[in-house]
């Protein structure tokens, strides 16, 4: 028996191929004893073999019409039941949210308007925003594609090297495959930030660049938050945690890996503002970094959906789906009859094998912390379920162990001590 079971019969349908797209469809059948569809182009790892979700293949999902018609079937094959559908990339929320006016009755599309989710999604349009309502926020400037090399330094003002790149359309910047490609780049200087333009160029990457002053601090410094607001625009919810240390391979940057209970309430109460200021609906995740000079907690963006690392609420044992599937299937209040989980300090959640993290865990009592943490078994490792087990399960966490042992070895041979 679920611990949520549902008062309307449903089913999730997740668009993507990612580790998220597992662990999105295994929270529903842990919480609300429900069998998700996953839909993506081929099979991915995360999935193959599972035995708590269907993989539905649509090579041709990036087409409208396909998506629409690979919706629909899914819709048909069950009969009676609500869709709900969710992406796991920037790129599939907004695809949704713009298709949802040719869904039928039979879904739930729980995202905003689509022109509000690519407002807050465009870091530029983001970043002036958190200035307005006075939301921290590192020093940012704006460099247009238009722009030459000497007039895009000067549009840089008074930052100071070294500087983070990113590029303001990050749902077109998503889509570029090219050699060398980095999700966020650090420049040192402005001969750095030219060729790095180039090469954007040459990809075919038409958008602007976000520039801001890089703020000190290692992996331990950031934090994840996870809101969900209700259709009404008021955060119910929300939970932060303390990433220990994030991927850093090129491509993937950023990712938190490993993710304790942390907290920063300056930082939750500034998103809450900010999102019931714009009037935002569902979901909304938030990379923020606590400055150790003087504990400011720096939001970066919004991002209009799970992230990748959500199941570290999972670990904590909240029940992060319901309150959605309260509202948008069962239209009930989103917190009805729901008990989310205490804050605790007692979990760790881990993609990266605990070995391996402990290596790059450096602080004395975050150390002590973790081995305590693993001695009382509060360890979520995202493909390890115990309701799905089997050879190409035991296959996929081996698959993913073996990957970031390489990858680190590759990319991130030493921790940062400093």
Same mark, same amino acid.
């Given at each position: 028996m679920a611990p949520y079971p549902t008062t309307v019969p449903f089913v999730p349908v997740i668009l993507g191929a990612e580790l998220?797209?597992?662990?999105?469809?295994?929270?529903?059948? #842990?919480?609300?004893? @429900?069998?998700? =569809?996953? %839909? =993506?182009?081929?099979?991915?790892y995360a999935v193959r073999g599972s035995a708590v979700l269907d993989h539905v293949a649509c090579p041709g999902m990036d087409d409208d019409e396909t998506l629409l018609a690979t919706l629909r079937g899914i819709a048909d094959a069950h009969p009676g039941r609500r869709v709900l559908v969710l992406g796991i990339i920037d790129s599939w929320c907004t695809t949704?949210?713009?298709?949802?006016?040719?869904?039928?009755?039979?879904?739930?599309?729980?995202?905003?308007?689509v022109d509000l989710m690519e407002r807050l999604s465009d870091k530029e349009q983001f970043a002036r925003l958190c200035g307005e309502l006075g939301v921290a926020h590192p020093r940012t400037s704006f460099v247009p594609d238009t722009a030459g090399a000497q007039e895009a330094v000067g549009l840089l003002g008074d930052l100071r090297w070294?500087?983070?790149?990113?590029? #303001?359309?990050?749902? =077109?910047?998503?889509?570029?495959?090219?050699a060398g490609k980095q999700k966020v780049a650090y420049c040192d200087s402005p001969a750095e930030l030219t060729a790095l333009r180039q090469q954007l160029a040459a990809a075919g990457y038409t958008g602007g660049l976000v520039v801001q002053e890089r703020i000190p601090g290692g992996d331990d410094q950031m934090r994840v938050?996870?809101?969900? =607001?209700?259709?009404?625009?008021? %955060?119910?919810?929300?939970?932060?945690?303390?990433?220990?240390?994030?991927?850093?391979?090129?491509?993937?940057?950023?990712?938190?890996? #490993? %993710? *304790?209970?942390?907290e920063h309430s300056v930082a939750t109460e500034q998103v809450r503002g900010l999102l019931e200021? *714009?009037?935002?609906?569902?979901?909304?995740?938030?990379?923020?970094? @606590?400055? &150790?000079?003087?504990?400011?907690?720096? @939001?970066? +963006?919004?991002?209009?959906?799970?992230?990748?690392s959500h199941a570290y609420m999972s670990a #904590?044992?909240? &029940?992060?789906? *319901? &309150?959605?599937?309260?509202?948008?299937?069962?239209?009930?209040? &989103?917190?009805?009859? *729901? +008990?989310?989980?205490?804050?605790?300090?007692?979990?760790?959640?881990?993609?990266?094998?605990?070995?391996?993290?402990?290596?790059y865990v450096t602080d004395d009592r975050v150390r002590t912390?973790?081995?305590?943490?693993?001695?009382?078994?509060?360890?979520?490792?995202p493909l390890r379920y115990a309701a799905d087990h089997g050879r190409e399960r035991r296959l996929a966490q081996l698959k993913n162990d073996v990957h970031y042992v390489r990858d680190f070895a590759t990319h991130h041979r030493s921790p940062v001590t400093g």
């Open positions: 998220a797209a597992y662990t999105l469809a295994r929270a529903f059948h #842990a919480d609300l004893g @429900v069998r998700a =569809s996953v %839909v =993506s182009r081929t099979v991915p949704l949210s713009r298709l949802a006016p040719r869904l039928d009755e039979r879904f739930a599309v729980p995202y905003p308007d070294p500087v983070v790149v990113k590029a #303001a359309d990050s749902v =077109s910047f998503g889509t570029l495959l090219y938050l996870t809101t969900y =607001s209700d259709a009404s625009g008021r %955060v119910r919810w929300g939970r932060m945690g303390q990433v220990l240390l994030e991927d850093h391979d090129p491509m993937l940057i950023g990712n938190p890996l #490993a %993710v *304790v209970h942390g200021h *714009v009037g935002w609906t569902g979901y909304a995740n938030f990379d923020v970094k @606590v400055d &150790p000079r003087d504990d400011t907690g720096h @939001v970066f +963006e919004l991002n209009p959906r799970l992230g990748r #904590a044992g909240h &029940p992060f789906l *319901v &309150p959605m599937v309260r509202e948008h299937v069962e239209g009930r209040d &989103p917190l009805e009859d *729901v +008990e989310m989980g205490a804050e605790t300090d007692d979990w760790l959640y881990s993609i990266v094998p605990v070995p391996l993290l402990m290596r912390r973790l081995r305590r943490i693993r001695r009382e078994g509060r360890v979520l490792r």
